[in-house]
């Protein structure tokens, strides 16, 4: 096992047997998430819109020695929502775990009269409808288990954003769903979680380089001091997630963000 | 002066907000997929408005969609749009059309919000992320809007103003410990002064970003 799988996967193989599926898994938190699963034991399901990244993530996975296999999904279209689902129980016999975490992109910061309005709907389609399609189409499975439902929301999803205020609204909906969903779910035995990471990924990259001071402002208000690691932070919180060790946890919005955001 | 306020959507609560909020106020109940970046000054200039600037905006726009209980693995996806996703959006758009002239007044803008978003409701999904989704872009706005001295709030309401009857004592049945320790929950009148004393300068000009939770001391959300 490498070192990077140690990190991620510090409980050891908690999921050995268990399937599952990360949307926006090519990169950035995904693909961290997917890797700390599949080093946990998990069969993963890297689901991407372009093969050009997803391909890629799920072959460093089985390069580590893990199993992994991608699959084409737009998280914004039913039908591949679905088949992408059904991709993951024929391939390895069902699904314990479902993570949705691709995100649109927020587009350049500003207050919302200045967002443009052809990046608005993308916004709400990605966080919110895919939320719907991805806990639609994974219930059957996930109950038959029961497995865990985790959807990828943010510290902005509760604080608000001066700049990216349509990304933050949509990661604010993504928590009213989980809510909602596991006091729905909680009596099949499926518990529904969120996850509200700060690391360092291409879309960080992409928003500090719109902003230079961002980082600054982030590490210096995080007690810990540094931007976290997509595979070492961020991924052993889904793994915990889905273990048996969060039997007792549902509806609950995990905030890693090295302490960053203390409001809760 | 007489505050010019615009309460945007049909039936309670923002049909009975707007007959006791104070000053000039018109009330429009548009279709949540109707609402584009225009919509705002479209009222603003129509022929005959009330209202020639904006002092206030009320938004409550919650379709019938959004308040009919349903399981999750029941919607369609046309459902659920219409549930969650375009009145979110109308939201959005409702708000950038109204920034301008808000600014020019120095104005307000306060969401309301069903309690469902923040203490979650089954077979209510799409309704409780409308609602938390709505939650947060009042602190956004409140965040961008600030240097243009407009502020922005969320005021949290019963769900009985809200849901049919039977459905709102569902969702507080199954989500509220505790009876509400007013022993009553606020009247629409009481509400309407909270949001009038949020939109009035002389008294809250330091505030903004407010989440209040208006429910009679039901839930007490921290």
């Not at chain 2, 505050?3 to 907000?17: K, Q, T």
């Not at chain 2, 997929?33 to 206030?56: H, I, M, N, P, Q």
């Not at chain 2, 109204?98 to 306060?110: E, I, N, Q, S, Y």
């Not at chain 2, 956004?140 to 103003?161: E, F, K, M, N, Y």
Request: glycine share 10%; aromatic share 4%; net charge negative.
């Amino acid at each position: 096992m490498t070192e990077m799988a140690t990190v991620a996967a510090p409980w050891g193989r908690v999921l050995e047997g268990q399937v599952a599926m990360v949307t926006g898994a090519g990169q950035g938190v995904g693909a961290g998430i997917a890797a700390a699963l599949a080093a946990a034991g998990a069969a993963v399901v890297v689901a991407t819109r372009r093969a050009a990244n997803g391909e890629p993530a799920a072959e460093a996975i089985r390069a580590a020695g893990q199993t992994a296999v991608f699959v084409r999904c737009d998280v914004t279209e039913a039908v591949d929502v679905q088949a992408a689902v059904n991709e993951a129980v024929q391939r390895f016999g069902g699904l314990d775990i479902m993570v949705h975490n691709a995100v649109a992109p927020a587009g350049r910061p500003g207050g919302v009269q200045y967002t443009r309005s052809d990046m608005i709907r993308p916004q709400i389609a990605t966080a919110t409808t895919a939320s719907f399609l991805c806990a639609r189409a994974s219930l059957v499975h996930l109950r038959q288990r029961p497995g865990t439902l985790i959807l990828l929301t943010s510290p902005a999803g509760v604080e608000g954003s001066a700049n990216l205020p349509i990304y933050a609204t949509v990661k604010a909906t993504q928590r009213g769903i989980v809510k909602s969903l596991a006091r729905e779910w909680g009596p099949l035995g499926v518990r529904v979680n969120a996850i509200a990471p700060v690391a360092r990924t291409p879309a960080m990259d992409a928003a500090v380089a719109a902003n230079p001071s961002l980082e600054t402002r982030l590490v210096a208000r995080t007690p810990l001091g540094r931007l976290g690691d997509a595979t070492a932070d961020i991924g052993p919180v889904a793994v915990f997630l889905a273990s048996a060790g969060a039997r007792y946890i549902t509806g609950q919005t995990i905030v890693a963000d090295g302490g960053g955001f203390l409001g809760l | 002066m007489t505050r010019d306020v615009l309460v945007v959507g049909g039936g309670d609560p923002a049909a009975a907000l707007a007959s006791e909020l104070s000053g000039n106020v018109v009330q429009v109940a548009p279709e949540a997929e109707e609402v584009d970046d225009g919509f705002v000054d479209g009222l603003l200039r129509a022929d005959g408005t009330e209202v020639d600037g904006l002092d206030l905006v009320v938004h409550a726009l919650y379709p019938q969609q959004s308040r009919t209980p349903a399981p999750v693995e029941e919607m369609t996806a046309d459902r659920w749009a219409a549930a969650c996703d375009d009145p979110l959006e109308a939201a959005i758009r409702v708000a950038r059309g109204a920034h301008r002239h808000l600014a020019d007044r120095h104005g307000t803008m306060v969401v309301c919000v069903p309690l469902v978003g923040a203490a979650g409701a089954a077979n209510l999904v799409a309704l409780a992320g409308l609602a938390e989704g709505l939650r947060v872009l009042a602190r956004s706005l409140a965040r961008s809007w600030g240097s243009d001295q407009i502020r922005a709030h969320a005021v949290t309401l019963h769900p009985s103003l809200f849901l049919a009857s039977e459905h709102a004592e569902a969702a507080v049945e199954a989500t509220a410990l505790h009876d509400p320790a007013l022993v009553r929950l606020p009247s629409v009148a009481e509400i309407a002064a909270v949001i009038d004393a949020l939109a009035d300068g002389r008294t809250t000009a330091g505030l903004t970003g407010a989440s209040l939770v208006m429910d009679g001391g039901t839930w007490m959300a921290g």
